[in-house]
């Protein structure tokens, strides 16, 4: 069993090697701990973005904080598919136009897969045309919309409206995230939620997926 605490300090740290060494660790016993250490690389994370907006940390070490992740997720992942279970179905998950973050949108699709969703990245910049067009053509009920940048609410809004504007609007279920995005926000978007972590994203889109069936 891999001290949790050790991660957590380590990805926060930016140490990439104890980080993968640990996560080597726990797949090398059978992945059982996937879950707690996915966990723990996520409140790391948290740490590095406090950094970053102490002024201690650089955008360059947001990015680097990004691969070590990408490269931890992809070590963790057939442990946490495993534990999955039955599938949830499909879903959309993107960065909505103009804004190109997706450090926070990666985590996210991994959590969501390891909870049993085939998740549909859509990736950055991606514009509520092409967003309607994939919801339409993969028959998806569930949309992610993740944004870092303020003009990221625009955008956000424009997608929900995009949605209205092709008459199915009442055949989806929005969900926004992301550092300008609270309860206020939600409502003036006209998302139907919002989520201030990953955990609350999962647990949301379960929902809708399970009350679908």
Not at 35 to 48: D, F, P, Y
Not at 167 to 175: E, F, Q
Request: hydrophobic residues 45%; negative net charge.
């Amino acid at each position: 069993m891999i001290d949790l605490a050790v991660l957590r300090t380590a990805v926060g740290e930016l140490e990439e090697d104890t980080v993968l060494a640990l996560i080597d660790e726990v797949m090398a016993a059978g992945g059982d701990e996937a879950q707690g250490a996915m966990e723990a690389c996520r409140e790391g994370l948290g740490t590095v973005g406090d950094l970053f907006e102490a002024g201690e940390y650089f955008v360059s070490d947001l990015i680097y904080a990004g691969e070590i992740m990408n490269q931890a997720i992809g070590k963790l992942k057939p442990a946490l598919l495993k534990s999955a279970g039955e599938g949830l179905g499909k879903m959309i998950l993107c960065t909505v136009e103009g804004d190109l973050h997706d450090i926070g949108k990666n985590i996210v699709r991994a959590m969501l897969e390891a909870a049993g969703f085939e998740v549909l990245d859509l990736g950055i910049d991606v514009s509520p045309a092409a967003i309607v067009e994939a919801a339409k053509k993969e028959e998806v009920s569930i949309i992610g919309l993740s944004g870092v940048l303020t003009l990221a609410v625009t955008s956000m809004k424009a997608t929900v409206d995009a949605f209205k504007e092709a008459g199915m609007r009442d055949n989806v279920h929005i969900i926004i995230g992301g550092n300008p995005v609270n309860e206020v926000v939600c409502g003036s978007v006209g998302a139907d939620a919002w989520a201030v972590n990953p955990q609350l994203t999962v647990s949301t889109c379960r929902a809708w997926a399970e009350e679908s069936r």
